[in-house]
């Protein structure tokens, strides 16, 4: 049995709304083209009932991606120095591709923070009050 077409018009669309804006946004037009092709990608993996939860899967990875490639691609340039302009486009997809992961990771390290300052500023448990 062949594959939906849905898929490929949706591609489609967004190649060709990539390629309307591209000269009036720039790298913003790249990061979500990239980022909505992984998303494309990775949708396959997931369970979403209706074209309007995939709709919001490839949407909000494209603003999860648009919030977090450039910090990511900053750090690249400056640590490794391989230009922005080569590196963006793999890490928006990257990010795209492996939304939930991201978030998995995001989610850790966001519940690790009060741990460890938690851990700095009271070394040993001293100062719990009466103790």
């Known amino acids: 049995m062949s594959e939906p077409a849905s898929t490929s018009i949706t591609f489609s669309l ?3 709304f990539v390629a309307w ?4 946004l720039g790298p913003y037009a790249l990061i979500v083209f990239a980022a909505g092709v992984g998303a494309l990608l990775a949708l396959t993996r997931q369970p979403t009932g209706t074209r309007l939860g995939g709709l919001a899967y490839v949407g909000m990875s494209s603003l999860i991606a648009l919030l977090v490639t450039g ?4 750090a690249i340039e400056h640590y490794f120095q391989v230009p922005a302009n080569i590196a ?5 997809f990257i990010l795209g591709a492996f939304r939930d992961q991201v978030l998995a990771v995001t989610k850790q390290a966001i519940e690790w923070v ?3 300052f938690g851990a700095i500023l009271n070394p040993a448990g001293r100062g719990r009050g009466g103790e």
């Open 71 to 74: 910090p990511i691609v900053w």
């Open 21 to 24: 804006l591209g000269p009036v």
């Open 114 to 116: 009060p741990t460890a």
């Open 14 to 16: 967004l190649a060709a």
């Open 88 to 92: 963006l486009i793999p890490v928006a």
